[in-house]
């Protein structure tokens, strides 16, 4: 939603949004402080401006908010989305959360809109306003599902559902398997080239879904 984010960083920033950097597959704190520096806005290296992400974050889940019917109007579940989240979270054992280039509140709003955040375990997620790269993000909730859960979460029982090749390679880096899923802007074909463990055309077949989800957590 580029309006909202054009007002956050108007706040934050002290000047308007004239220039937004690239924003898809992105994290939100990438996209921040690229749009810091194609905005004129001195990117200093004594921490002052990594301390204007918080506030960003927390101006951009208020504009948020604010559109919510916007957000529900515009956006759009993938096909399948919702039977495959109910599905998964039915499985024995399972725990399902997001790895999101989205800060938790803009993601849990997201969530929300479209009835998905009963399924999820928010706790556990990795989230854009994390100064992480995707893949360490990954590990950062692979052990925060550890902590709460009690049992480890190893390269062998994680799952990452995946769009893009970017995803796959963060799947790599993070210790965990990829099932991409071409319904985004990559094809099957790229994301297979990019070495995801499983493909899926799309979500709309559920239980090839959960059937690859259990062959890919299959103990060696």
């Known amino acids: ?57 927390a101006e951009l889940a208020a504009a948020t ?8 109007g515009q956006g759009r579940l993938m096909p399948g989305a919702a039977e495959a989240v109910a599905a998964v979270a039915k499985l ?15 993601a849990m709003l997201k969530l929300r809109a ?4 009963g399924y999820l375990d928010a706790d556990i997620g990795g989230y854009g306003s994390e100064a992480y790269p995707r893949g360490t993000l990954l590990r950062v909730a692979r052990q925060r599902a550890a902590d709460k859960h009690g049992v480890p979460f190893g390269e062998q029982a994680t799952v990452y559902v995946a769009d893009s090749p970017r995803d ?5 880096i993070g210790g965990a398997r990829s099932l991409a ?29 959960v059937t690859l989800i259990a062959r890919l957590t299959e103990a060696p």
């Open 1 to 57: 939603m580029r309006a909202a984010y054009a007002e956050a960083f108007g706040v934050v920033a002290g000047r308007p949004l004239i220039q937004l950097p690239q924003m898809a597959g992105r994290s939100e704190s990438e996209i921040f402080f690229d749009a810091l520096a194609l905005n004129g806005v001195d990117v200093r290296a004594d921490g002052a401006t990594e301390r204007l992400l918080e506030p960003f974050s």
């Open 92 to 106: 024995d054992g399972v725990v399902q959360s997001v790895l999101t280039g989205n800060s938790k509140p803009n």
């Open 168 to 172: 796959v390679d963060a799947a790599r």
């Open 114 to 117: 479209f009835g998905l955040d």
């Open 181 to 209: 899923v071409a319904g985004g802007r990559a094809s099957a074909a790229e994301l297979r080239e990019a070495g995801a463990d499983a493909v899926l055309p799309d979500l709309t077949d559920t239980s090839g879904l």
């Open 65 to 72: 908010a604010a559109r919510r019917d916007d957000l529900v």
